[in-house]
Structure formats: structure tokens, C-alpha cells
């Protein structure tokens, strides 16, 4: 009745996620003392100094521990950049060299060099419950780390199901636990639409109940504290279709074709209408004044080009216009391409107006859920990709287990590169997506991790690191080691993981919430 | 086409929509139940209920349910008319076993000016699933902060379909708090499973401590990942409050390896045959018949339950084959590798009748050709075909083969677009499927929740909302199978337990109200007994 996960190969040496790029290391164990362990960093960046505060804690999760005669330690970090600017591609390069306690140094460009650093230096303490004592073993520890890929990161829909902006910020700490670098907040959708509005307050008569939205400061807060700790916080509204909630407000906005009806969820705009362009123009505007991040997406899926034909006043429009309905989708995708090039933003879209022959501006980044991955690339568009990343597929890649849980293997084997054969270059990363129509923040930690581990070793690590056996030594203490504060990731195979006493009290809310006047000085200094 | 093949990819429409449904939601669902349109509004302040007999469990599960009517705090203050939950019960025995009677009716009706709620019951666990039922009649409103019993009158005749109705989990694989198995044997009670069949010890690890033995827990993962006695004995107690047998599993002669830590000798010695998780005892050895009968006695103790599972699964037969003590042991009492199956079996079997416990096996040992005695009960997780040979031996079966929670694809053949609507395989996976014959033998089932990849962690998410979809079919009635109807009761259901703390997510789209404390229920029992309880509750199953 139960087959046993693949066994996990011994693995000497430091267990990190993701596996680092280079890294050696010795067989000296240091002993810390918590008391006597300090972090010295010359650098006035404030988002690292919130960071510094926050590893203060992560690293040592059990208190103080039994007295410790170890020596003082202090670990030191040197960045070269003074910047807080959190960007694309922005370098998350750093080195960690831990020899002795005198000797503990991290390097890195930026501070988000450093914060990634930081992670990895959580990772090596260890703590041992029966003498009640941390470790660093396996020193000489030298590492030299950075990304496979700039764009690594999780998608999350509150439009199927809310989920609070707490947990936004939980799942923020689960992203940075494994280096990925981007949430990607799929906010409104054909079911609700959760986010205040100032220009246009109504439209949060599309959410689903009165208290089930996203205040203006709830967007900020999250937004802010994705930056203190290098998460870019890259928001969707979703247009033409699944805007269906937005009607609440805006009934004359949507295509009007009672044959699509029956999937509410996905039905359209009107594209004829000029309405529609003024709400999605101040919306965007208004939006992009909260979500720092140059990029912006707009959905683009899924577009049911009968509900056009199917509403006289869209058809009679096209019909002046003379377009068939991809010269109309292309029209619109023109349009919002205009409307954001205003604000300075720069265009996500699902692959489907490509695949459906959209010309789109050259700019546009794609996000490819399907096969179309390499004619994208080959017309010259940079991509991130998700097809094998989703989260919600009771098969996600075709691949067939025993358990459930296995089908982290799958997104491990699923290397981007993996079928494309040129213009490699255009991929910039992937996401991992939880759609949730079955899933809301009581389920979503369990729902998504450990699994997206495999994606963000696959997106952060060498080309070349594939061995499951080997990433399964590794994921075992790292899912333990989320556990412990607080994200409810499972395990992979039998082991035992000790939980602290107060795990429970970060179930489902971020480790340290930010300050009023943290959030100002993140949101200000970009 | 490109355009459709797209649009069933991405919009991963679910494959079921709810129904509207009108009338109260319950779930499982009832037997027959009738309800009008009227309304009963309640005054939290003047709610009261009684019952007619003096009975601690009944009390306490009064008690607990007093609060759980009313989980968003007393509301805004109305001048709604007092009114008495009166609860009539036939018997006052405490005594849970299997085969007691869970039958109920609730009848809620407005006399006059007054309300007339009443809940009749042969048992006290009968009066406990009217009192859950009665939960989920009640609704709030968030905007008025007031509570209701909509669709009145309502009367509710109602009783289970199968006797045994069940969760297994796993602590062999991981260790599980006891405090987390409290809170699972609430979310069987929730949802009207009776049975926590408790796999306690497997190859990789052995947590439950023993008063004769007390090294037999080097075989848990740590010191700090054991069961004390005291803990046992409250987890037990625990489920005796709700109406839940713990029945608990010492997986023998397999899965066994985490019993050597302690006492090396007695596994067998078949290095290449078996993976740890699998290993077996030797069954040649006087020694190894000796631990078992002292573990099991002194977990008989612990374990008041009539019924003792003793595994049985998966003997890798080569093993015995291959350790040269065994193979000539086996030759000299010219056994066949299934005649010592069954030599150990009957050993098994006379140690259980010494301890006046009725054996439970997985089963293997009749699919491998032993005999198994008549009054054995086999748990069967292979298919509905082994289970009619079960039954047609006149032995009674529980079934598990389409409700094995840790797999990826549970019914063979059937795949869904998103994974947790593998519910709808469940739910259609009736236990009398496949089986024509001797159907009475088949007394229920069993969702099992194997530990390889969960713990308490992620415990919840995995097994709920999906182990709704079975708890009704062992409940309701064989022709509730609508799988939209059935959606339409299990969000909110799932909702219900949600706000107890119980980690149950959606099947669906929709939105689900929370109170402000069910996040400190998360990995919690919502309540405790005390050590006096837990010794009363021990006392009156004597």
C-alpha cells in the first residue's frame, strides 16, 4: 500500500535550495553563540537593514539555546551598491565565505545580492535539539552564487478566491525562502475583482463581499514588503476577457452575447464601446502609481471571439472598421499597449494574442502556457514560460505517480529550454501558477509548496542540475526548514521535522510585518 | 479548434458547477428530511439545550456544541423569544463500539410564538451527529450579525449507511502530534466518520511508547517524536467524546523494521529482498511471537476498541524464502511460504483472542491463500473483485481501494484537469460497486491518508476538502450521487469546518466568511478533556 519516494542519495556538505553555482567547503564545524553573533553591514540601505533584522531572527529560530562558550562571531556584509532599486534583472549576484568566527563575510552588488545571501547563511546554521546548539559545520565554506534566470516567481489569484493581503506577504517570505524573485498577482478575474479603486471606488462592488478586497494600503504594504525582500510584485488585470466582475460597476463595459454567458467567468469586453477604454486607462494610470515595477500585465487570454460577433454593436464595429475579430483584439492590444507606454509600463500578456495573430509591439513580454514557446521566441519576443509550472494540474506534464506529491519531479525535469532549439537568449524565467478556483489561503501553502521548490531550483540553478535523488536530500530539510516558520509545506519522503512552538502563530501571516514608515521609505526610494 | 483546445486548458473550468439548491445544506446528506420557508430567528443569549438523560459525554458534546452553533460570538442583541434544543434519548449506555446505533430525528418547527426544536436519538453518538447536523441548520448573517434556522419547519429522520466509516492515518511515515490527532478526530466527527483507524508504527518508525517494553520507542524518529501512554490514552479518549473509535494498526509481520531497533534480532535476514519500509519479522523465532504479545497487550489496554488491526499487508514472501533460518524452519515443519503466512497469521489471531480483541487485517493474507478466520474483518485495497471474494468467504470487508488519498491518479483510468476534483472519483466510488453478492458483509470503508508525504503540516489540505466525497457515501443513501448537488453542499460544508480550523480548501469559486479565530484551531483540537475526563471516559466503557 506504499511505495517508497526514490530513495534520497547522502549528500555531504551544506544542503542549500536552490543548489548554489559554485561552492566548496571543509569539515570543521564553528560553534555560535547567539548572544555573541552580530551582522555588520556599512551600508545605509534601509530595505537591507529590515532584511539584517529579519535573518537576525531566521537564523537562529530556537532562541537562545544552552549556554554556549563559543567565541563571538560576526558576519559581515560588503555591497558594493547603495541602490534600493528593484528592477528586472537587477543583480542578485553575491559570494559567502564562512571560515571562521572572525571570518564570516558576504559579498554582492546589491543589497538583493546580499538578501539572497542571507537565505543561504539561514540554511547553513544549524541547530541541534539535543544539545540546544547552533552550528555552522563544513567550514571552509566558500560560495559563489547567482541566478540561472532573472524572472523566477509564483502566480497567485485572488479573483477566484480572495485571499488577505497577510497572507500576500506569507507567501512573499515563501517566495524569498526559495529565491524566487517575482509575485505575480493575478488580481481580478471573470469572479471578482478585489482591488480599490480611488478613481473609480464601485468597482469593488465586483468582489466578493464587503470585507473580501484589497484596500489601497493592503497594495502598498504588499507591494513594499515584496521589496524588502527582493520580490517584485508584478500585478494582472486581466483584459478583454475574465473581466466579467468588473461589470458591477460598469455594466455597459462588457460585450453583451448571451450565448457565452454559461462561463461567465471569461467573458469579454466590449471592444466598441469607449468607455471601456476611459476605465481601463484610469484604472492602469491609478494602478501603476502602487505597483513599482516596470512591468505590467494585462491577461490577453482567452479571448471567445463568438461573444464579439455575437453583440450587434461590436460586430456593427467591426464591420465599419473593416476587421476580422483579430484585427479587433489587435486594436485593443494596441490600445492598452498605448495606455501603458503612458505610465511608463511595459506589457505582459498570455501568449494568446499572439497565437490568435495579434501583431504585438515588440516589447511586449509573453507569458507561454501552451506549445506555442518557440515560434514566439523565434518572432523575436522575450518570454517567461509556465506551461509545465502549473500547480493546480492533477497532471501536470503527463507524467504519472504513485503519490500526488511527486509531480514536484516534473517541474524539476521541466528546464525551460527543454524543445526550443534557438533564440534560447529570449527566455527570461518562469512562473510557477496557482490557479485557484480550487484554493484560497486555508489550502494554498500546502497546495504549492514543497512542489515549487522544483521550480525555483530549476529556475535559479545550473542547467545541469537535475539529479531528483540529490534535490531530494536537499528539499527534505528545506520544507522542514519553511515549516518551521511557519509555511505549511509538507514533506517528500519519511522524516521527522521539529517544529518550534511558535510556528503556528506565522501559519498563514508574514514572519514581520513592515512599518508605515518602512512601506513610504521602500515604496519612495525605487 | 486551436482556439477550444485553449480554452479547456487554461480557464481549468471545473467539471461540475453547483446546483442552486433550495433548503438547508447538510452534509452528509440525511436519509429524508422535509423543510418549508419559514424562518427562526435566534437570540444567542436565550439559547438553551437539554437533554433527558444525565450523561457526561452528552453533556460535554453539549457543551461543545453550544459554542460551535454559534461561531461568529453572540452576534447583535436581539429580543427573539427564548429557545430549548431539547434532546431525547432512548439509552443512557456510553458504550461506543462498533455497530452502535447513530440513527436521529430532529424536528424544528415554530408552536404558536415559540420555537419547538427537538432532537431524538437511541444513543448519545446518535444525539451527537443530530447535534453536528443541527450546527449546519443554523445560518449567520454577516450584515445584520444575527443568527437563523432558515427552511423551517424542518424534520430530519436520518441515519448512517454503514457501520464503519472511516480515516486512516499514518504516524509510522511521519509523527503527528497528538494534539494534531485530536483535531483530526474532530474533522471525522464534522463530518460524521466514526472510525480513526490509527497505523501507528511501520517500517521507518515505531512512536507509541510501552509499558513492558519501553525501548521499543528507539524505533521513533526521536525522542522527541514519541506517543506517551498518557497521550495515547487521551487521543482515545478523545474520539470516545465524539462518537470516533480509534482503532489502531501494529503493522506485523511486514512494514515491521522499526521494532529492530530495539530488538534486532527478530527481523528476518534477507538483505537485497526488501526495502526498509517493507521488511518483515521472522516468523521462525520464539522471540518475535513474545514482543508482539506484549506489545499488543499492553496496547490493548490503551486501545479499548472490541477491534485491533494487525496489518498483515505486503509480505515480501522472497524474504522468507531467502533467510536461510527461516527457509529451514520452514522445512522442517514443511511449511510453504504461505503455510508460515498462516502459521504467523494464527499466532496473530490467538493473541488477539487472549486479549478479547477482534482482528482487522489488510487483505493480503486471503488474496496470498491463507485461511482467515470468519469473524476477521479484511480491509481491502486492491479492487471490488477482491473484495466480493472476501465477502464470499463470508468475511466481512471494509473497503479502501478507490479512497487512497496520497495518490496521484486513486481510480485507475480517471484523470481531471485540476487534482482535487479527484473528489468526484471518490464520491463515485461506491463500496457495493462491483460487488453483487453478500453485500451485507461489506460494512463500510475507509479514506486512507498515507504518511509518506504528509504530516500534520500538510495534513488537512490533503485529506480535505476530498474526504467529504467519501464521508457521504458511507453515510447517505446509495442514489445520492449527483455530483452538483453534491458541490453545492460541500463548499459550504467545507467553509463550516474551515471556521473551526479545519484546513478544508474549495471545490469551486466562491467565498467563504471566516472568524476571527479559527487560525488558532489550525493544528489544534478545539477542545481538550481533562485527566479526570479522560479517566471517566475510560471507566465507562467497562
Redo the contacts between chains.
Sequence with gaps: MAVLVGGQSPVSGPLIVPQPQQMTFGTQTLQLNPLKFQIYCPSKSPVLASAIKRYSDLFFLYGNGAPSTAPAAILNIKVISNSDSLYLGVSENHTISLVAAYSLLITADTVYGAIRALETVSQIIQYDFVTQRYTIPNTPISITDYPRFPWRGIMIDTARHFVPASYLMHTIDALAANKMNTLHWHITDGQSFPASSVTYPNLTMGAWAPEAVFSVDDIKEVVAYGKSLGVRVVPEFDIPSHTYSWAAAFPTIMANCPDYTYSYGQLPMSIANYLTYEVITNLFTEMSGYFLDTYFHTGGDEVPYGCWKEDPQVAEWMNLNGYTPTLAEQFFEDQVTSILAKVNRTKIVWNDPFVDGVKLDPSTLIQVWDSSFQDIVNAGFEVIVSFDYYLDEQVPTGNLHWMFEDTWSDFYAADPYNGITSNTNKILGGEACMWSEQVNHLSMDVRVWPRAIGVAERLWSAQTQTDVNNALTRIGPQTCRMSQRGIASGPLFPDFCMLPDDFESYLQQPRMRLSKEQINTFLNNN | M??YT??F??????SCQPTPISGPLITPLPQTYTFGSGVIRLNTGFFDIAANIESDLLNNAILRYQKLFFPFGVGYPTNNPIATLNIKVSSDSEILQLYVSENYTISVEMVGQSPQLEIIADTIFGAMRALETFSQLISYD?QSQSYSIPFVPIYIDDFPRFPWRGLQI?T????IPTSFLMHIIESCAYSKLNTLHWHVS?G??FPAESKSLPNITLGA??P??IYTIADMEEIVAYGLSWGVRVLPEFDVPA?SFSWSTAFPGIMANCPGDS?L??WPLSPALPEAYDLISKIYTDMSEIFIDKYFHSGG??LPYACWDNDPVIANWMTQNNFSTTQAEQYFEDQITNILDGLQKTKVI?HDPFANGCEVRKDTVLQV?DNAQMAQQVVNAGIRAIVSYDW?L????PVPGH????????WLDFYAADPLMGVTTNTELVIGGES?M??????H??????VWPRTIAIAERLWSNENVTDTNKALTRFDPFSCHI?NRGI???????????LTSDF?QY???PRFKLTKEQIKNIYNSQK
Design positions: 486551436l482556439y485553449l480554452v486548458l487554461f480557464i481549468s473550468l471545473v454577516a499514518d509510522g511515515r511521519h509523527f511501520d521507518e518508525s524518529f526521536g522527541l517524536a512494514h526495502d519500509d517493507g499487508d505486503e489488510w485495497w487512497y496520497d495518490m496521484q491518479i484523470t481531471h484537469y485540476e487534482y482535487e476534483d479527484t486512507c498515507w504518511g509518506e508525504q504528509v504530516d503540516r500538510n495534513f488537512d489540505v490533503r474551515s484546513n478544508s480548501g474549495p471545490l469551486y469559486p466562491d467565498y467563504c466568511l487560525s489550525s493544528h489544534q
